[in-house]
């Protein structure tokens, strides 16, 4: 299967001149689950932001055969919904409804098909019975559903996320594990839970420094001791299988 | 905080919170404008004008303490003017009520009509937004041609006010736990400026992550929004009994 | 300052809410314009920021107990430009009166002449003035304290003259604006020294944000600056010409001298008997009608049928 996100030799540096990303290269296919996993600070974040051609460096980062750059942002934005890490940062509007609705209205939907993909978002999400609220009425694990339902709603075929299993409770996890489980979309989820990551992908790329020291197997990745360790990052064991 | 109690009881579910944002909005405008337009000094016509707001709050299920306490927290102002207006009419008048005849100033009168009027504006504000959800009351604004950037930004506005509030909260609790005693004005301020812009700091961030996630949703400056229209029956009746209310007004104006 | 509704007769509400309308439309897109779509989240956020800063209150040595806090107008247009600061303002001054009740509803065109554009547009291009390009800190402070006095006065005088206009209140003009103006005068060096305080931790830690921020052209801004004090200056001499016209030593103007009110307010200061009869009625009968509302708004209450929707 082609790959949706090719990124070839793409470098990154910050605008105060620190070194954020060094030559990462990294296919993902179409329906893939992927964790990103790596300390604070590593890079995991600014690789979701080049992604969503947020910011641009050298190299090439090709998202469903379009190359990201300033030029194409709205077509790539189109292609990849990105989940921020905070959710009050990504729900802005008075309700949750018109929340959910920004993303389609901008793609120029009809007031009827808005309506339609915003019900189903929330829906899919659990949240279709509050879409009155305003979003400072919500839980934290309804913000963080609502966050991805804004999302949803556009209907994008790579969904990033960064961190989006923060400040969540043990519950709270076990539901928004589930419901990304039930996503057919291609999930790239920046993360340092590492059972979280165990649970939800087969692949993950340990970053550190900003380079990919690691690609593979989320099994063989997470279990080995001393590369987890050397990076600051705790080993898990694989789950045989999750109730939910 | 007063801005998260009146956003919790704007959440309750009455026969004035079921109506449309645009006709309580216009009712209370006209409202407004007819006391404010009763130049005459008697009693009698603003204790009927006060019946009005004073149902909506009882129908609202807004707490009469809590509009009472809010009237007295922003009447200070209005009293100083009011007051010493007193001191400048001082030409003697007998006002009458019932049997009883008292001779006082005009200045005295007109200070009272003015506090009792913005007693009866204010209690119909606070019924408004009592019973108003701020997002049906912008949803109003851009019905009634508001400019959307300004919608925009009113919306933006009371999102955030309870984020950063939290904020500004949590450092004035820093503040107080470290300080134990006055420090000297030149100190003070310098506290003072130093946390105002660290708030302006990460009020930035906010913002500069806040544009990601409008931008990673295909944002381009131009403001769009789901048409909606909640007009029913219940908002002509309140529309006709809120006519027929001003029009009583305006006919026992020259009475009492 | 806040202005009531109670203090505006209605000719001033209208005309002053039509002149913001007018106004704000035209801010509202010569902002959409400066402001590119990124910045959208900023002005909102900013809106918040100002509220929050108004909560860090300082408090002062003289007298015991009192403190001051921010408004923020002379802030934000430093930091926004004037147009996007006009509209941050408004925003500001229509949740404060929607949700706290602090402005009233008619006067909100008169707050927003006086707290949001003319504030911002007079601070912003006295604050650039005076500062200069090169920006010691010797100079944001005296370009600060001067631009926020310049404001407040200019807000000050703004209400004294909508209030006199109005008629409705008794105080003499030159009186109410001698107070307010001193008032605002304290006022204004308070926010002054607390809009440097913060512009000198911002150029001096985040250079960034204002150079990255900051919009519409001090050049622009200095021309409408001039129009809007050469309008003030206007209304300012009209007034009180009409004042002295009115009563040659100006102090003494009172409601009586004034013709178009003092006819109604004669009319009124003669009830008879018969009237004091009318009026007990009409108290009574509202006080009557008020209580029979309260009791059955409790005895709905008490069937328990007010429900919050949220906890």
């Known amino acids: ?244 | 905080m007063h801005h998260t109690v009146m956003d919790h009881l704007s959440m309750q579910d009455t026969f004035l919170h079921r109506l449309d944002a645009r006709s309580k909005l216009i009712a209370v405008v006209v409202f407004t404008i007819v006391v404010i337009s009763l130049r005459r000094t008697g009693v009698g016509i603003i204790a009927v004008s006060a019946v009005g707001p004073f149902a909506m709050l009882l129908v609202g299920r807004v707490p009469l303490k809590l509009a009472a306490l809010q009237i007295g927290c922003l009447c200070p102002f209005i009293m100083i003017i009011a007051i010493s207006s007193a001191f400048y009419d001082r030409s003697v008048v007998t006002i009458a009520f019932g049997a009883y005849e008292l001779n006082t100033t005009q200045g005295a009168i007109g200070a009272v009509a003015i506090f009792a009027r913005f007693a009866v504006t204010m209690m119909a504000i606070i019924a408004l937004s009592a019973t108003t959800r701020l997002s049906d009351l912008l949803a109003a604004f851009s019905s009634l041609g508001l400019p959307k950037i300004l919608v925009m930004q009113i919306g933006l506005l009371y999102r955030y006010i309870f984020l950063i509030i939290d904020r500004a909260c949590h450092m004035l609790g820093a503040r107080a736990g470290r300080k134990l005693r006055y420090l000297g004005l030149r100190r003070e301020l310098s506290t003072s400026a130093a946390m105002i812009a660290s708030l302006f700091a990460t009020s930035t961030q906010t913002a500069q992550r806040v544009s990601d996630a409008m931008m990673a949703r295909g944002f381009d400056g131009t403001i769009r929004s789901l048409k909606k229209s909640t007009f029913s029956i219940a908002d002509t009746v309140f529309l006709a009994a809120v006519c027929a209310y001003m029009a009583l007004l305006l006919a026992v104006k020259g009475v009492i | 300052m806040h202005m009531p509704n109670e203090i505006l007769s209605l000719p001033v509400a209208g005309g002053s809410f039509a002149i913001a309308a007018v106004g704000l439309g035209t801010l509202c897109r010569v902002a959409s314009r400066t402001i590119s779509s990124e910045k959208a989240s900023l002005m909102g956020i900013f809106g918040a920021f100002i509220f929050a800063a108004q909560m860090l209150n300082l408090p002062l040595p003289f007298p015991p107990g009192a403190s001051g806090h921010l408004t923020g107008a002379v802030l934000l247009a430093i930091v926004l430009g004037p147009a996007a600061a006009s509209v941050v303002m408004t925003s500001v001054i229509i949740i404060q009166c929607l949700v706290f009740q602090d402005g009233g509803l008619l006067a909100l065109g008169c707050n927003i002449i006086n707290l949001a554009i003319v504030p911002s547009f007079a601070g912003h291009t006295i604050y650039h003035l005076i500062a200069g390009a090169r920006k010691t800190k010797f100079r944001i402070y005296a370009a600060s304290i001067i631009a926020c006095i310049a404001a407040t006065i200019l807000s000050a005088a703004l209400v004294s003259i909508e209030t006199a206009i109005s008629g409705v209140i008794a105080v003499p003009f030159v009186t109410f604006l001698a107070f307010m103006s001193g008032v605002h005068f304290v006022i204004g060096i308070f926010e002054g020294v607390i809009t440097a305080s913060v512009l000198a931790y911002i150029y001096r830690a985040r250079g960034d944000l204002i150079n990255g921020v900051a919009g519409g052209s001090p050049r622009l801004s200095k021309a409408a600056f001039i129009v809007t004090l050469a309008g003030a200056t206007i209304i300012i001499a009209v007034s009180i010409s009409l004042v002295a016209s009115a009563k040659p030593d100006g102090l003494e103007w009172s409601l009586q001298q004034s013709t178009a009110v003092s006819s109604e307010s004669i009319e009124t200061s003669t009830p008879g008997p018969a009237n004091g009869w009318t009026s007990l009625a009409a108290v009574a009968g509202s006080a009557l009608t008020m209580i029979v509302i309260w009791l059955v708004s409790k005895i709905f209450a008490n069937r328990g049928g007010g429900k919050c929707i949220t906890p």
């Not at chain 1, 590593?42 to 030029?71: C, P, Q, R, Y």
């Not at chain 1, 559903?145 to 961190?163: C, F, H, Q, R, Y």
């Not at chain 1, 539901?175 to 993950?204: D, M, V």
């Not at chain 1, 360790?229 to 109730?243: F, K, Y």
């Open chain 1, 1 to 244: 299967m082609a790959p949706v996100i090719s990124i070839n030799g793409f470098s990154y540096r910050y605008p105060d001149g620190t070194d954020g990303l060094y030559d990462i290269s990294l296919d993902i296919a179409g329906g893939e689950k992927i964790a990103l996993i790596g300390p604070n600070g590593s890079g995991k974040s600014t690789l979701l932001l080049a992604m969503g051609a947020f910011l641009h460096g050298h190299g090439s980062i090709v998202v469903d055969g379009v190359e990201a750059n300033k030029k194409n942002a709205k077509q790539i934005r189109r292609a990849v919904g990105s989940v921020l890490q905070n959710p009050d940062e990504q729900l802005f509007m008075p309700t949750l409804l018109e929340d959910v609705a920004f993303g389609p209205l901008n793609m120029g939907l009809g007031d009827e098909e808005v309506l339609r993909r915003s019900m189903d978002a929330l829906g899919i999400v659990g949240l279709d019975g509050m879409k009155h609220k305003a979003p400072h009425h919500l839980s934290a694990g309804q913000k963080r559903s609502a966050a991805i339902a804004t999302i949803l709603s556009m209907n994008p075929k790579i969904i990033t996320m960064d961190e989006p299993d923060t400040s969540l409770d043990p519950r709270n996890r076990n539901n928004l594990t589930s419901l990304l489980k039930s996503l057919k979309q291609t999930l790239i989820i920046a993360t340092c839970n590492i059972p979280f990551a165990a649970a939800l992908c087969k692949r993950a790329v340990l970053i550190d420094s900003g380079k990919i020291i690691a690609d593979g197997p989320v099994e063989e990745i997470i279990t080995d001791e001393k590369l987890m360790q050397s990076h600051g990052l705790e080993t898990a064991a694989i789950p045989e299988s999750i109730d939910f």
